[in-house]
């Protein structure tokens, strides 16, 4: 009982943490961003349509599970540095999600 709800208040965590920073994102996209400057409003994504929640959705679990970017490019200072820190965070997390359970698993044998 106690692995399981122990499971689930990881995941539970995990994609909190990734909600979090999707929201983050869409609005520094949106309405921190100036949209006249030359670097746009800080992500560009494929397609060319303006993106929705699960384009950003899409980002923040890209980021929170590889630490890295994919096909959507970062055009501004402000929005590399967020996308810096969600990856540093998941990465911390990740690992310490890794390490808990060999730690488990390890305690099961």
Do not use: C
Not at 3 to 25: C, D, K, N, P
Not at 95 to 106: E, K, P
């Amino acid at each position: 009982l106690h692995i399981g709800l122990s499971v689930l208040a990881l995941a539970s965590s995990w994609l909190f943490i990734q909600t979090i920073f999707t929201f983050r994102y869409a609005h520094r996209y949106y309405f921190e961003e100036k949209q006249d400057e030359p670097d746009g409003p800080g992500l560009q994504f494929p397609g060319g349509l303006d993106p929705d929640y699960f384009d950003f959705l899409y980002y923040a679990f890209v980021v929170g599970m590889t630490s890295q970017v994919s096909d959507v490019q970062v055009t501004s200072r402000e929005m590399r540095r967020l996308t810096m820190v969600h990856g540093v965070l998941s990465f911390g997390f990740n690992m310490l999600i890794l390490a808990l359970s060999i730690n488990v698993v390890a305690g099961l044998l």
